[in-house]
């Protein structure tokens, strides 16, 4: 199984990015998806989880209105839209393969792209 994340970069407070995340490896469009991100000195935390037909999504509160997560199962991808974008959105931001449980808990992730980083500049 491989995640390839990209799209991360440096932005402006108030800016946009579009996080994307390839799938290989196994049946992509089996599998609800999640983001997650982790700033510097920080824990790895929820931001986003989709199902796996893109029916149901779900946000963390800090986040929520501002970003969108979205799939496209004939391309093997999750993306994250990511606007009005704040200097404490700045971490790095990883897909994970959810497989039952939490949306919110890390260990209900079996694998783990390499991460994007994303800096937000004030």
């Known amino acids: 199984v491989q ?14 990015l579009r996080l994307s995340c390839v799938a290989s490896g196994y049946t992509f469009r089996n599998y609800d998806m999640g983001w997650f991100r982790q700033a510097p000195g920080k824990e790895r935390e929820f931001v986003a989880a989709i199902t796996w037909n893109g029916g149901s999504r779900y946000y963390a509160d800090s986040v929520k209105g501002r970003f969108t997560i ?10 994250l839209r990511m606007d009005s974008l704040e200097p404490e959105d700045t971490a790095v931001y990883y897909c994970g393969v959810f497989t039952g449980g939490r949306y919110y808990s890390t260990g209900n992730y079996a694998y783990w792209g390499q991460g994007t980083l994303v800096t937000v500049s004030s």
């Open 70 to 79: 979205s799939r496209d199962n004939a391309k093997n991808t999750v993306y």
């Open 3 to 16: 995640l390839q994340a990209s799209g991360g970069g440096l932005v402006q407070a108030g800016g946009s």
